[in-house]
């Protein structure tokens, strides 16, 4: 059976000496950076910069590991970017708050904001095409630097949903909108995107990582392990097993098992390093679910969608009504009245991106009262 390599590796801490000796370690089985980079390659380092937060809120990239590969591709004699498109916000100020724009300055390597973008044939029928940052295909090759953490919408972000970065701006909204609430739908638009992007490598910082109502808002979880792959199915299939998450709660994974791609099951992975549970962390909180997974008829989903779905609520004692997730809002169903935010539950499309880009944590998930008893009946377990 053909199978592909993903290696695992313990890391405690991000101590510049340390991590670099893990990072080594980590890819040795897969050739070394070397294997990836030749001299002269223009290389692209796609961390997750989804907002302005301290490196120590886990959830963005950690610089430090940033600053570790920059030094492992220059050694191979690459020429390094580093770049993103932030959900909110200017580039060069999300990448300042996180820590990643001192890493770029003192690197001496160049700061790609994505701000062109380019059409390229997308393979499903919702979505014709996909605009992607220029950077990211006009270079030699694409380092995918994912954080490990729950996903509100998805279950998990990790290598696949990392690459949604490289849609430019406020496209991302519209595709969010376009999916309207199927999840399998954008779930399936995550896989081509990462199917057209084909980063050379993922390098997944799992030394803190988010649980809870992540990707914007939940905690960070020390789960103490660095991940390397090439396909980043493979590598998220991994993440998923050190988690002890079920694949089904994961939309990707869910989807991409269904269609058999490539990565998908633990049979095709060629794993180097400790079993994954070995490094599990001992307790791991999922993002709450958002949906009950199965299908019902529309006459009967359509009445009951309150009682079956998950939705965004506002803490008003938080909310600086600030406006920002009204401008990230796909349909918007948000707007600012005399008694503060209001969200139209009716137009909502249970995207979550307001509850990721809230600056102040200022969007709670309430569940509806069958999918509370569905999941009393039949809580979540790690597999
Ligand atoms: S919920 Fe958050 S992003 Fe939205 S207005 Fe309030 S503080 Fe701003
Ligand atoms: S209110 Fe929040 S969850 Fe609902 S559609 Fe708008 S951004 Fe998405």
Redesign the pocket.
């Given at each position: 059976m053909k199978t592909t390599p993903v290696s695992l590796h313990a890391a405690s801490s991000y101590d510049p000496d340390s991590l670099t000796a893990n990072l080594r370690s980590l890819l040795a089985p897969l050739g070394g950076m070397e294997a990836f980079v030749h001299p002269g390659d223009r290389v692209l380092l796609k961390p997750n910069l989804l907002s302005g937060k301290a490196p120590e809120k886990a959830v963005t990239t950690h610089p430090e590991i940033v600053r570790a590969i920059i030094h492992l591709v220059q050694e191979a004699g690459g020429v390094v970017k580093v770049g993103d498109s932030p959900g909110i916000g200017k580039p060069e100020a999300v990448a300042k708050k996180c820590g990643i724009w001192e890493v770029i300055e003192t690197s001496g390597v160049e700061f790609a904001p994505f701000c062109e973008f380019v059409n390229v044939a997308a393979g499903s029928g919702t979505f014709q095409h996909l605009e992607l940052a220029r950077d990211i295909l006009d270079t030699d090759v694409v380092i995918n630097l994912p954080k490990l953490k729950t996903h509100q919408m998805m279950g998990l972000t990790c290598g696949v949903k990392n690459l949604f970065g490289a849609v430019v701006g406020l496209r991302k909204p519209q595709l969010h909108l376009q999916a309207g609430t199927s999840k399998a739908t954008f779930a399936l638009m995550l896989l081509e995107l990462a199917a057209h992007i084909r980063p050379a490598l993922t390098i997944v910082d799992a030394i803190i990582g988010m649980e809870g109502d992540g990707p914007g808002s939940g905690d960070p979880i020390q789960i103490g392990a660095l991940i390397a792959g090439i396909e980043p199915l493979a590598v998220d299939t991994i993440a998923c097993e050190l988690l002890g998450v079920s694949p089904d709660a994961v939309w990707t994974q869910k989807i991409a098992r269904e269609r058999g791609l490539f990565g998908s099951v633990r049979e095709e992975i060629e794993l180097f390093g400790p079993p994954p549970e070995q490094l599990r962390p001992p307790r791991f909180t999922p993002a709450h679910s958002s949906d009950l997974n199965f299908s019902l008829p529309g006459f009967l989903k359509r009445p009951l969608r309150r009682s079956l779905t998950a939705r965004p609520v506002?803490d008003n004692r938080?909310?600086?009504?600030?406006?920002?997730?009204?401008e990230a809002c796909p349909p918007h169903a948000?707007r600012?009245d005399a008694h503060g935010?209001q969200i139209d539950e009716h137009v909502c499309i249970r995207c979550f991106c307001?509850q990721e880009?809230?600056?102040?944590a200022?969007?709670h998930t309430r569940q509806g009262l069958l999918l509370r008893l569905a999941q009393f009946l039949n809580p979540p377990r790690r597999s």
């Open positions: 506002v938080r909310c600086q009504v600030c406006g920002i997730c009204i948000m600012i935010l307001c880009l809230c600056p102040h200022a969007l």
